[in-house]
């Protein structure tokens, strides 16, 4: 894939495209890059136009300047879309991903085909008791990566991740992510619960592995029966179920993609 920069941003991004077909963005999980979705651009590059943006102090996506926040991701993202003349997109995210590309739906709806949010929650209707079930372990886990972002990798990994494969896989992505990065993840909040929850113009599926936390799989069913939106639970596979289980990822996210498709409305 083409290593691209966004002018007057620090955003990097990937792009694949093959004439005439629509478009595929991905967006990844925190502390790793787009990387993670390397065995989805194998399979799914020829068969739509792709593009993996870095999230901000991710990745390549570190030449931050005065003024940059998480918050201006979905702008930056639409910039994109109007630099490449790209009218609109599926979207793919996982964890903190689903976060952003949720955000960019509420902003730019006329835009979004469909979204997939894999080891996700729904950002317009956030549910603040379940997270503070998650905030202690995520505190420990903010420690070790104060004093070692290799304790914090080897800790991350297993719980990001549930195959050795992926997991080592993970932890050499993970190992990479700059403490001073920490710094833009405090803007989340700021995305939560902005935007009223509405009807959805475009298709939605809602996902994690079997193995995530059991919060997360809660957060999937409940999310999947007030929305009357597709879900997957996928077999053998944690929070990161696009590298536990690549096959079967692929496998599902296509089926749904074509039934999304212009082609098939």
């Known amino acids: 894939m083409e290593n691209l920069y966004l002018e007057n941003s620090p955003i990097a ?22 990387r993670m979705f390397e065995k989805q651009f194998e399979y799914f590059s020829g068969k739509y136009n792709l593009l993996a943006i870095d999230i901000l102090g991710h990745g390549n996506s570190i030449q931050a300047k005065k003024g940059d926040s998480i918050e ?15 009218p609109s997109a599926h979207f793919v995210g996982v964890s903190l991903g689903s976060v952003f590309i949720q955000d960019f739906a509420n902003k730019y709806e006329n835009k979004v ?5 894999f080891g ?14 998650n905030s202690k372990a995520q505190m420990k886990m903010m420690l070790k990566a ?21 997991q080592t896989a993970f932890y050499n992505l993970n190992i990479q992510f700059k403490k001073s990065s ?27 592995g079997e193995h995530d936390i059991p919060t997360e799989i809660e957060i ?7 929305e009357n939106c597709d879900k997957i639970i996928l077999k053998d596979a944690g929070h990161c179920a696009n590298m536990d289980v690549p096959q079967e990822f692929n496998a599902c996210l296509e089926n749904f993609l074509r039934k999304c498709s212009f082609e098939n409305r």
């Open 113 to 117: 085909l469909s979204l997939a949010c």
């Open 182 to 208: 920490f710094k833009y993840l405090a803007g989340l909040k700021k995305l939560i619960n902005k935007y009223p929850k509405k009807q959805r113009q475009y298709e939605l599926l809602v996902g994690c």
């Open 72 to 86: 201006k991701m979905s702008d930056w993202i639409n910039l994109i879309f109007l630099k490449h003349e790209i």
């Open 220 to 226: 999937v069913n409940e999310w999947a029966e007030y």
């Open 13 to 34: 991004y990937y792009i694949d495209t093959v004439a005439n077909k629509e478009w595929l963005v991905f967006i990844h999980a925190a502390f790793v890059d787009r």
């Open 120 to 133: 996700g929650y729904d950002i317009n209707n956030f549910d603040i008791t379940k997270q503070k079930s």
């Open 146 to 166: 104060l004093f070692s972002i290799k304790w914090f990798s080897k800790a991350n990994k297993k719980i990001s991740a549930y195959t050795n494969e992926a």
